[in-house]
């Protein structure tokens, strides 16, 4: 049983081989006809292409027109010509590979077939060669031939007979050539899917098969393509024929093709629009008498959707072109359809840059064209872009997206559009007409006018960065002058582009500083003035000019309150207070010649002065300090209000680019320097983190973070208000007259940045679709304002700040600098006894000796711990740390007093101030009066009464006291004495 089975398994073994056998050699059969076929088929061809070569391109070549459209139309045959050569080239080359091929018994495989292997070449090249040949029937090249060389062609006709059957002495030379040029090179085409075909039929399934099918249906496509070219170009000829040639001249090009006429397929335009419509594959053309509109196809849209009452009809297409707008109105819904579909084919093509293959398929077939283009455009009619080159990208007619706008005058834009306008992010440069410069705007816009946050360089060196609205400066900015001429900064608000209300003018030439409200770009209402020689005064102002009495601090201590002039003379009734207490009152004249005259009463009975007069402070009541800077708060909250929105966050809190005019496309130039941080600041991304710290200890570091950076809304705003303080208060500004104007302004900083911030998380809750915590009272408001936001910002204006502390108490300061330098030359022993500290709390221990050397002469020996730990106080600007190193220098007395008793030892005050004057006389901290008054006014109001408020108290108490203490005669009479 098994030795039958394998009998018959052997058997159909080798059938099958067989018959593999035999479809393989049929297979090899019908490879071996096919190429025979093509051999010839490319042979006659061949042969064909040769005789036209030699009869018609050969004779129509030797001599070249010399009138201008014969001229034109002869280049057009060169190039024809060429292609012509081209073809017959490849022809020349697949006989030789197929014949080559025949000659050998090699097997069968597809790269023998050269039309399949090579297709894409041969498609090419006929494409090439028909387009050609349409461009040269579209400018009646071959009439133009046939005329200029009419007697020649009379004895050409046997030629052509050769080459058509159907020729009779009736038929046109024109329409001989015709045919004869473009019928063998169509039915060789024909011939190529003949051949595909029947090897196709023979063809297993497979990978071959489906090469050669593929094939098949492109050879099929060049076959369509071919009819539709010169249908094309026909159609296209015909209408030439019908226009008169001024249309002609203007709009006949040999690559230009009618697609559609409204003769043909009857279609209407607006009323009085035209006569005549039609569609060509790169313009849209209405006709109207004698004049004619065209429509490049790139920049056209078609809306199906219309319903205007223009339209002449029910089934109307609505055309949009960049400055124009009409209605195409088909008889009925069928009509109305091939035109649409007709057009939207065209302007796809169009867009892409070239036409399809084949040119048309059925109607409604292919893709819509995209309503979002980037082109080049110039608008001619008026409106605001007239004469404005435009490139950019398009949406439905109109400049949408990013794009440039130029005029020839010079202006330029670049940026973002929407609907037709600018909108969004741009940089606009503006010649200026009297100098070879420009003003360059890099700003915000809102539907076509600037708004929002911007930089403008002008021509003239001066440099605007604030906000804009309706093409003119608007709310918080600043304006600086560079030229040498006359430098100026202006910092504070405007309106409709004059400075108005609230802000800070510094004349650098005159040295001088005003502080105060402004109306139409002159100083109005109440105002200080700031001189670089410390002279300050404050007066009401009227259109630039003084009115009414003031108060004059002068640097000397001096005070006067009258009238003065501008440059600070005495002018009638008034009050001088010098600083020995003198007091002159009365009325005052400055004649040519005989300098200040008075007439008055003079006071010598007062001693010195009150500090509440020479240490008066300005401001307070003029410039309440919620109305300081209401310009920048505003625009942070209506950035809140408006929902945070991702692309309105730049116009509301500002942007950070380069001071540069150069031109530039670059998205980092355009758009906020990105830099390098590692922390993500988009919206979406800030209101998603918001809700994540709810800690205290969370929160601050998420502060902290926020407020350094430069693209966080709330460092923007800190940033903001850091320029704001430094306009006002730094260098020339630097008055101790200013001193609480400035404290309370930063106290103020830290309770809006904290609303603020209340205002983020309220939002990104309520997107979360939390319920926000109910609102905080106003108390507990400032407490979070004091303990979590002061500490953070409080670095960005310490040095301005110190500086006006220390110039308040800068006499003070000096006196205690004076007692400290006496206390220092006591040695350690000595100033113990001096300060009457008592003996059983000296720590002698630490006084370690060296040989020869007196206990007696040792210094800085004692409470060493406690005096390092006092002057870290300079090393932090936190009042909360400062606070924490005193409560650390006072465990430190405490911790020393302990281990001389040699038991837990709790000092009571009498004790403590001594041994804390011990430690602040050996600490020999600089300014320490500007440092206890800054840390009193800072520090968080929950510490009043408490252990930092006692220890405070006690530091202010030492520091009085060195003041008081005149040490220069006790010193010499205790060294005398010892002497």
């Known amino acids: 049983m098994a030795g039958k089975a394998l009998q018959l398994h052997t058997i159909a073994y080798n059938a099958k081989r067989r018959r593999v056998w035999h479809k393989g050699r049929q297979l090899d059969m019908c490879a071996a006809e096919a190429t025979t076929s093509l051999l010839q088929v490319e042979e006659n061809f061949s042969a064909c292409l040769a005789r036209m070569d030699a009869l018609i391109f050969k004779p129509l070549l030797q001599s070249e027109p010399s009138d201008q459209k014969g001229k ?121 899917i003949l051949l595909l075909n029947k090897l196709n039929e023979v063809l297993q399934e497979g990978s071959e ?74 313009v849209l053309v209405l006709i109207q008498g004698n004049s004619f509109q065209s429509f490049d196809l790139k920049l056209v849209w078609v809306d199906e959707t219309c319903r205007e009452k223009s339209a002449p009809g029910p089934y109307g297409l609505r055309i949009i072109t960049p400055e124009e707008t009409f209605v195409l109105s088909a008889k009925d819904p069928q009509m109305k359809a091939v035109w649409q579909w007709k057009l939207n084919q065209a302007i796809r093509q169009a867009l892409n840059g070239k036409r399809d293959f084949p040119l048309w398929g059925k109607t ?42 130029k005029w020839r005058d010079g202006r330029n834009h670049v940026g973002d559009f929407k609907e037709g306008l600018e909108h969004g992010f741009g940089i606009c440069l503006v010649p200026r007409r009297s100098e070879d410069r420009y003003d360059c705007y890099k700003c915000h816009w809102y539907e076509g006018k600037m708004r929002g946050y911007g930089i403008c360089e002008y021509g003239n060196d001066m440099v605007y960065k604030g906000y804009f609205k309706d093409d003119v ?165 209506e950035f809140i209000h408006s929902g945070c929105k991702e692309e309105m966050e730049e116009s509301f809190t500002g942007f950070h680019i380069q001071t540069s005019k150069e031109l530039r496309k670059s998205q980092e130039y355009l758009f906020c320097q990105r830099g390098t941080e590692d922390v993500s600041w988009k919206t979406e991304d800030i209101l998603e983190e918001l809700v994540q710290h709810h800690e205290l200890g969370s929160l601050q570091s998420y502060l902290e973070k926020a407020l350094k950076s430069s693209l966080h809304p709330l460092g923007k705003l800190l940033k903001a208000l850091t320029i704001a303080f430094q306009a006002t208060y730094s260098g020339i500004g630097a008055n101790r007259h200013l001193l609480t104007m400035a404290q309370e302004e930063v106290k103020y900083y830290a309770k809006k940045i904290w609303e603020f911030y209340q205002g983020l998380l309220h939002l990104a809750l309520e997107q979360k679709g939390q319920l926000p915590a109910k609102c905080v009272d106003g108390e507990v408001s400032d407490q979070k304002a004091y303990s979590v936001v002061l500490p953070l910002i409080l670095p960005c204006f310490y040095p301005e700040l110190f500086m006006l502390y220390m110039l308040y108490h800068e006499r003070e300061d000096d006196l205690y600098c004076q007692g400290i330098v006496d206390l220092s030359l006591f040695p350690d022993i000595k100033l113990l006894e001096f300060l009457d500290v008592q ?141």
């Open 72 to 192: 034109e139309n002869f280049k057009l045959f060169l190039l024809l010509n060429d292609q012509f050569q081209a073809l017959w080239n490849l022809t020349e080359e697949n006989y030789r590979i197929v014949k080559q091929k025949c000659s050998t018994s090699e097997s069968f495989c597809i790269q023998d077939i050269y039309i399949v292997w090579k297709g894409d070449l041969f498609l090419s090249l006929y494409i090439q060669y028909f387009v050609t040949f349409a461009n040269y029937v579209v400018v009646h090249g071959f009439e133009h031939a046939t005329k200029s060389k009419s007697e020649a062609w009379k004895h050409h006709k046997t030629v052509l007979k050769q080459f058509l059957t159907d020729f009779t002495t009736e038929t046109s030379m024109s329409l001989a050539l015709y045919t004869v040029l473009h019928k063998p090179v169509r039915d060789h085409v024909e011939q190529y």
């Open 209 to 282: 098969k489906d090469i050669v099918t593929s094939a098949v249906k492109e050879y099929v496509k060049l076959k369509s393509f071919i009819s539709q070219v010169l249908d094309e170009a026909c159609f296209t000829k015909t209408l030439w024929k019908s226009l008169g040639y001024k249309f002609t001249d203007m709009l006949c090009v040999p690559e230009r093709r009618l697609l559609e006429d409204s003769k043909n397929l009857p279609i209407s335009a607006s009323t009085n629009r035209s006569d005549r419509i039609l569609l060509f594959d790169d």
């Open 364 to 405: 409604g077939e292919g893709t819509e064209p995209s309503s979002c283009r980037f082109f080049t455009y110039v608008f001619r009619l008026e409106s605001k872009f007239k004469n404005a080159s435009y490139e950019g990208e398009w949406h439905w007619g109109k400049p949408h997206g990013k794009g440039t706008l």
């Open 473 to 637: 400066r608007q709310g918080f900015g600043i304006l600086e002058n560079f030229s040498a001429e006359h430098p100026f900064k202006y910092t504070g608000q405007w309106e409709n582009d004059k400075k108005n209300g609230y802000g800070v003018w510094e004349d650098k030439d005159r040295g001088e500083r005003y502080i105060g409200t402004w109306l139409d770009d002159h100083r109005h209402g109440q105002g200080i003035v700031v001189t670089q020689s410390g002279v300050c005064y404050q007066r009401t102002f009227h259109a630039d000019k003084m009115v009414g009495s003031g108060i004059l601090l002068l640097e000397d201590d001096s005070v006067y309150e009258g009238n003065f002039t501008q440059d600070l003379t005495f002018v009638g009734k008034g009050k001088l207070s010098f600083a020995n207490g003198f007091i002159l009152e009365g009325t005052f004249t400055n004649k040519s010649g005989q300098g200040l005259q008075t007439q008055g009463i003079l006071n010598t009975s007062n001693e010195q002065l009150d500090e509440r007069i020479t240490k008066a402070q300005l401001g307070l009541k003029e410039f309440p300090v919620e109305k300081r800077w209401k310009g920048i708060y505003d625009q942070f909250l």
């Open 839 to 979: 003996k059983h709390l000296w720590p002698l221990k630490d006084l370690t000796l060296t040989t020869n050397q007196r206990r007696s002469l040792i210094k800085d020996k004692c409470f060493l711990s406690a005096t390092e730990c006092l002057q870290k106080l300079i090393t932090t600007v936190d009042p909360r740390e400062k606070l924490l190193i005193l409560q650390k220098t006072y465990e430190e007395i405490e911790s020393t007093v302990s281990r001389v008793v040699e038991k837990d030892y709790k000092l009571p005050m009498d004790d403590l101030l001594p041994l804390l004057m011990y430690v602040v006389s050996r600490a020999k901290i600089q300014h320490l009066g500007a440092e206890i008054h800054l840390i009193r006014d800072l520090m968080d109001p929950t510490n009043q009464g408490g252990l930092y408020d006692f220890l405070l108290t006690a530091l202010e108490s030492c520091y009085e006291h060195i003041q008081r203490m005149r040490l220069h005669q006790r010193e010499n009479c205790h060294v005398t004495r010892t002497s």
